[in-house]
């Protein structure tokens, strides 16, 4: 069974910094197209990161350049999202997704608030 476990969100204040995991099972996370997807309140889901099979291709929201990184560790079958100068419109649940068997992890609330 494909299944994706997202934690690591949280409370932070603007220009703080967290670390979001995303622990994949019943495939291997290497080989599949991945990415990063958040969706504020009121707003409109919206792609964050993407990441090609293979550490392929990386594709940033022009919003999040600069600031967040994407990375992975194969041993452990888990992806990260790496989130540095947060601001408070970054504030969203944050999924994770399988692009290849199109499947979504059940999503962390990051909020950043003084």
């Known amino acids: 069974q494909v299944q994706l476990v997202e934690s690591g969100g949280g409370l932070v204040q603007p220009g703080g910094s967290l670390r979001l995991s995303c622990a994949a099972s019943g495939f291997t996370l290497s080989r599949s197209a991945m990415s990063w997807h958040r969706q504020g309140p009121g707003k409109e889901r919206e792609m964050v990161v993407g990441i090609a099979t293979f550490g392929g291709t990386l594709r940033y929201a022009d919003s999040v350049k600069g600031r967040f990184t994407i990375s992975r560790h194969d041993p452990k079958n888990t992806m990260y999202l790496q989130m540095n100068s947060l601001k408070a419109e970054d504030t969203a649940v944050y999924y994770c997704?399988?692009?290849?068997?199109?499947?979504w992890g059940q999503g962390t609330q990051v909020t950043v608030s003084s």
């Open positions: 997704k399988s692009d290849s068997y199109d499947t």
